[in-house]
């Protein structure tokens, strides 16, 4: 029998944990406090920016929201930033990615005060992971972390291949599955589009981690059986609905189940758990600062 990975319940039973750690420090006199800054007018992204403060509020994690113009110039959203890096009431900051072409990314990590950096991605941060010395975790890897642990999947000795190397997700998940310890300890490959074999990268895989944002690019002809496939990929597709549109993930998911012994579903697998660890995040954010 497949597994059919519940992302909900998981998230929903970090989510409790991240609420008693809230309400701790809301005795304490410190309310987390979690800036999200939007600048861009893609309709996915509005949706995710609203999820993550719909989850601050169930939480009592305090939100903040700045919209910016995506034809704004940078310097919009790096001052922005920098009023929300010196507001005390302010714990994290996110800049939901990606952001208008015209603005230069790097930049933009790299203005953000690492100590508020909910998403794990300035360098420093990112340093800090890949020497096995993490401040904050990025949020989706380390949601894959906890579906992995709660589903009973071992990592140690395990061969796991990542298919992307997005900054977001791929790296960071690569990094973390090499780490010493639980949740690491896998011998791990990261495919990309310029992986001259896929198929037989994952067939003699243990874990797949599907991250590349390729609809539906991995099927069950490409897994062997007993896999355990996480797949990270929120993709619309047009579809005669009301929306005009479909999620569908990096997996194929009716052929891939055949072979899976476990597998999360898009959406409820790993959506979740993204948000479930920014607010994790933010509750460390607020303790460390106040500490
Ligand atoms: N865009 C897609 N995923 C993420 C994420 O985890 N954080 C931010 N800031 N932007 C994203």
Do not use: W
Request: proline share 5%; with cysteine; aromatic share 4%.
């Amino acid at each position: 029998m497949t597994t059919i990975i519940d992302g909900n319940e998981i998230g929903d039973q970090i989510t409790d944990g991240v609420a008693a750690c809230t309400d701790t420090l809301i005795s304490e006199d410190v309310t987390p406090g979690l800036a999200t800054v939007l600048m861009s007018d893609d309709g996915a992204s509005e949706t995710y920016v609203s999820m993550k403060q719909q989850a601050c509020e169930e939480i009592g994690i305090e939100g903040f929201h700045h919209e910016i113009n995506a034809d704004e110039p940078a310097e919009t959203l790096f001052s922005t930033i920098d009023e929300l890096n010196g507001d005390p009431a302010v714990h994290g900051i996110l800049v939901q990615m990606p952001v208008p072409d015209h603005v230069n990314k790097r930049d933009v990590l790299e203005r953000i005060d690492p100590m508020k950096d909910v998403d794990g991605f300035h360098p420093e941060n990112v340093g800090r992971l890949v020497a096995g010395n993490a401040r904050y975790k990025p949020c989706t890897p380390h949601g894959i972390q906890k579906i992995l642990a709660e589903t009973g999947v071992e990592t140690e000795g395990k061969d796991a291949v990542v298919v992307g190397r997005s900054d977001i997700v791929g790296k960071p998940m690569a990094n973390l599955l090499i780490q010493y310890g639980t949740g690491g300890n896998a011998t791990t490959t990261v495919c990309h589009s310029r992986t001259a074999d896929l198929a037989e990268k994952t067939r003699n895989a243990d874990i797949v981690i599907a991250a590349a944002g390729v609809p539906e690019m991995i099927d069950g002809s490409m897994l062997s059986e007993g896999t355990t496939v996480v797949d990270v990929g929120i993709n619309r597709v047009d579809a005669d609905t009301e929306k005009g549109y479909e999620l569908v993930g990096d997996v194929e998911f009716e052929s891939a189940k055949t072979k899976a012994d476990a597998i999360t579903p898009v959406p409820g697998g790993v959506g979740p758990l993204t948000i479930a660890m920014l607010m994790y995040n933010t509750a460390k954010a607020a303790s460390l600062q106040s500490g």
